[in-house]
């Protein structure tokens, strides 16, 4: 008797964020509020993790009440996100912190990039997104 021919199983999707992990082990449980974000840094890659996937409600969520936008939703978004670059982190204190990157992404099939220079503050054990100033 003959065994049937061994399938390999699909390899599970690789985190948008770039940390070289499983979406399901990385920002996901983030995403689905599992977890919270343990830095800025890791909330600052799951936040471009989830344009990729198109999580506006936990974009929202984790964006400071005082300067968040009204919502918004990515669903009909035509950018395609490539990848992400973290270019500096910096810990002001235990509850202030900033990340620098470039996020690649296309639109209308023009290669873009934006480079931004993100502020961070945690309060009461979770971090939120305040504000960000673009760079050339």
């Given amino acids: 008797m003959k065994r049937p021919p061994h399938k390999e199983k699909p390899a599970a999707p690789p985190c948008p964020c770039g940390s070289g992990q499983p979406y399901a082990r990385c920002c996901q449980p983030l995403h689905d509020g599992e977890i919270q ?15 990729v996937q198109r999580r506006s409600d936990y974009l929202l969520a984790t964006w400071h009440p005082s300067t968040r936008p009204a919502p918004f939703d990515l669903h009909d978004d ?28 296309r ?30």
């Fill in 37 to 51: 974000a343990a830095s800025a840094l890791i909330l600052m890659r799951s936040r471009y993790a989830a344009f």
């Fill in 78 to 105: 035509p950018s395609q996100w490539l990848g992400l670059k973290i270019c500096a982190h910096t810990q002001q204190d235990e509850t202030h912190a900033s990340v620098e990157f470039i996020a690649r992404y």
């Fill in 107 to 136: 639109l209308d099939g023009r290669g873009q990039r934006l480079h931004e220079h993100s502020q961070f503050v945690q309060e009461e054990g979770r971090w939120f997104y305040i504000s960000g100033e673009f760079l050339n």
